[in-house]
């Protein structure tokens, strides 16, 4: 069975088409730019060279047309037709407090996340493009999937996920914490559980998707318990360019100061702050590691806030879940930042955190446990694998439903009878 995988943006689409038996990708590719003259279409199939075209692609049908007819080229595409694909997975960031799983897209479906877009306005309608186009292109029976970023963090209890806010808020406006990177979360607490060899059950986790965006999720037997972002991806550890957890009063404060609109102000929040706003150079780890080591002092007051924070929502997880088993680093920092890493775990060991400092800095295996077997609790990198997890969920709820088909009409057969 193959998988094709979409994360439809505003202006881009990105694609990788995976064979599920070996869960190997067959092709990756990428459109930029879309709606321009100007439009960048990147197609890599996994034997072959890289395609890079430059051309006018104005809308996302357009853009998709162009992902279908690359996949079933003479030269570098990897299947010979469109019905080779079995089912279509589509990355949706927001399911509001109706998808605690993924969903098989049908009309309700698409309707709900239609429904949820003032949650989340940047995205949605983005991911909606994909939908819509896809729906127009191979009909609206074809099997598609929406695999939601929220969906994990449904499991997390009411004392997480309410704000102190009037209930009243909640009731009419559903205001409370939703969390999001929950398909990254999931995917390296289920690959943490293959490594042990056994369940989560019992378990006490923390993961730390750490990249240009950053989430901790605490993982109590498997679930998610609690998590770093809110209501949007605005909450929690410092990132690239969002500034995190603030007091709520400085925003109508430097609204008046220096005479902002609502959107001047979110902008600033999501798109001018973090590591960026502090070091006044970069959202780039890896840039604002460079300048701290030339003593750059705004890149090490950037470095330093993001690493405090991450203790301190370590620290807060290990409270709320009366310890901790293990903590997984992952994402583009988490993965590739042995500085950042041991910066985080050297002021864990309160909590009998013991880094290997060789295991840490090695460069390989990717996958790999970087504490001592003394320490108390075990620290891992993991790389994780949204795309694959997109795969994976749209392979068992396509699967589910045909045999869910299956039963009814076997159902309706001996009612006939």
């Known amino acids: 069975m193959k998988v094709l995988v979409i994360n439809s943006g505003s202006s881009s689409l990105k694609y990788q088409l995976f064979d599920m038996e070996k869960e190997m990708v067959l092709a990756k590719g990428l459109v930029e730019r879309i709606g321009m003259e100007t439009a960048i279409f990147s197609h890599q199939p996994y034997f072959g060279e890289k395609v890079t075209k430059v051309g006018q692609i104005l809308e996302h049908k357009e853009a998709i047309r162009k992902v279908l007819a690359y996949l079933t080229d003479e030269k570098v595409g990897v299947i010979s037709n469109v019905e080779e694909i079995s089912a279509v997975g589509h990355r949706v960031v927001h399911g509001g407090e109706a998808f605690s799983d993924a969903a098989y897209l049908d009309p309700e479906v698409i309707r709900i996340i239609e429904k ?155 798109k001018h702050s973090g590591l960026l706003g502090i070091s006044g150079l970069s959202s780039d780890m890896r840039e604002i590691t460079a300048a701290m080591f030339e003593g750059h002092p705004g890149a090490t007051l950037a470095f330093n806030l993001y690493i405090q924070r991450i203790k301190k929502y370590i620290g807060a997880y290990a409270a709320e879940m009366n310890g901790i088993d293990a903590i997984i680093f992952t994402g583009g920092v988490g993965e590739n930042s042995e500085l950042v890493r041991k910066r985080v775990l050297d002021g864990l060991t309160f909590l009998g955190v013991e880094l290997d400092d060789a295991l840490n800095e090695a460069s390989s295996p990717k996958e790999r446990r970087i504490t001592t077997e003394r320490s108390k609790v075990a620290a891992y990198v993991i790389p994780t694998n949204e795309e694959l997890m997109i795969a994976r969920e749209t392979l068992r709820v396509v699967t589910e439903r045909r045999k869910g088909e299956r039963k009814s009409d076997e159902h309706a057969s001996q009612v006939s009878r």
Do not use: W
């Not at 909606?128 to 729906?135: E, P």
């Not at 994990?152 to 309410?162: A, L, N, Y």
């Open 116 to 270: 949820n877009i003032e949650l989340a306005p940047l995205h949605n309608p983005a991911h909606l493009k994909g939908i819509y186009a896809f729906r127009e292109l191979l009909g609206g029976d074809f099997p598609m999937v929406a695999v939601f970023d929220t969906a994990f963090h449904q499991t997390m209890p009411e004392e997480s996920f309410m704000y102190a806010l009037p209930m009243v808020l909640y009731k009419r406006h559903k205001i409370r914490r939703y969390g999001f990177h929950g398909t990254s979360h999931k995917f390296v607490s289920q690959r943490l559980s293959e490594i042990l060899g056994e369940s989560l059950e019992g378990k006490k986790v923390v993961s730390c998707h750490i990249g240009n965006g950053a989430s901790i999720t605490a993982i109590k037997d498997g679930k998610s318990y609690d998590t770093s972002m809110g209501m949007t991806p605005l909450e929690g550890l410092v990132m690239g360019t969002r500034s995190g957890d603030i007091d709520p009063a400085v925003v109508p404060f430097v609204m008046a100061k220096e005479d902002l609109t609502i959107g001047e102000v979110n902008s600033m929040l999501n």
